[in-house]
């Protein structure tokens, strides 16, 4: 069933959240209720972004915990959709950021600020992702790609603690309830293919 479900029904259902977010600031009645409907959106266009993807991380460790199971092998074949999910939804908070701010000098006078600069480069690590992400440019960089997938954990981490440091560390509960699971995968994914005992070949 999963292997019939079209990419465009996937896409879809993704860019629901997004949707509604916008129909809510769309549809604010003035100035006013238009700028409490952005910086009321800051925060779902940020998790979804980060939920998206954790999908997309999970395909691997999921694929190796489940063997044979026709789940993970569909997130591994869907996982770059879910990833460029993520920018997108991480380009809506960052935008959305910016607006809500409303000048250059607020967003300077922000970067220090631990929450503030590890989402930037969260952010500036998923453009060079999602520009290469398409089937033709993945193949014309092969290993190449591979490589520059591996940041991902990179911009994992920083998304984490973007999230977990909001109101001085007022966002580490949630953070934790959605980076945990992945955090735990991807541990048994090292043991596994690094740390577990082996056999002696006689």
Not at 42 to 64: D, V
Not at 99 to 114: E, N, T, Y
Not at 154 to 159: E, G, P, S
């Amino acid at each position: 069933m999963l292997s019939r479900f079209s990419p465009y029904w996937l896409w879809a259902l993704m860019a629901l959240p997004g949707l509604g977010i916008l129909a809510s600031i769309l549809g604010a009645a003035d100035a006013e209720a238009t700028g409490a409907a952005i910086h009321a959106a800051l925060h779902p266009t940020g998790e979804f972004g980060a939920r998206f993807m954790i999908i997309a991380m999970l395909a691997s460790p999921l694929a190796l915990v489940f063997k044979g199971w026709r789940g993970p092998r569909w997130l591994k074949k869907n996982r770059r959709y879910f990833g460029v999910a993520a920018f997108a939804y991480a380009l809506a908070h960052t935008v959305l950021y910016l607006v809500d701010l409303g000048s250059a000098q607020k967003v300077i006078a922000d970067l220090p600020k631990l929450y503030i600069w590890t989402g930037w480069i969260a952010f500036l690590i998923f453009v060079p992702l999602a520009v290469t992400s398409s089937d033709y440019l993945v193949r014309m960089m092969g290993r190449t790609w591979k490589t520059l997938q591996r940041t991902t954990y990179a911009a994992a981490v920083l998304t984490l603690l973007h999230w977990a440091t909001l109101h001085e560390w007022g966002g580490l509960g949630p953070a934790l309830v959605h980076f945990v699971p992945l955090g735990l995968l991807e541990g048994y994914r090292v043991w596994y293919w690094y740390l577990r005992p082996r056999p002696r070949v006689a």
